[in-house]
């Protein structure tokens, strides 16, 4: 199973990216899947997440200017990140949890400056 992050990149405070993350394996709206980041010196933490078919779970300092979402038929998820702070900048990764074991991706850099 590969995960293939992408769509990271450099913007400025206010503006927006979306993260693409495409999967090797088919994937179905029951798989627990989601973005996670990673800051320099800070411990990864959770930014969006499909806990079931139809429940989402966002990180506190997310809410509301994130967006999760995927397309089973592309076998993609997406991050929409919209409002970006400085804060944001980190490494995404993206998680799929199934059977088989708990799979990343290789990470997509984001920076925002001020």
């Known amino acids: 199973v590969q995960l293939q992050a992408s769509g990271g990149g450099l913007v400025q405070a206010g503006g927006s990216l979306r993260l693409s993350c495409a999967a090797s394996?088919?994937?179905?709206?029951?798989?627990?899947m989601g973005w996670y980041r990673q800051a320099p010196g800070k411990q990864r933490e959770l930014v969006a997440a499909f806990t079931s078919a139809h429940d989402t779970n966002y990180g506190d300092s997310v809410k509301g200017r994130f967006t999760i979402s995927r397309d089973n038929a592309k076998n993609t998820m997406y991050l929409q990140m919209n409002s970006l702070k400085p804060e944001d900048t980190a490494v995404y990764y993206c998680?799929?949890?199934?059977?088989?074991?708990?799979?990343w991706g290789q990470g997509t850099q984001v920076t925002v400056s001020s």
């Open positions: 394996i088919r994937i179905f709206s029951f798989n627990v």
């Open positions: 998680n799929l949890r199934i059977s088989l074991g708990n799979f």
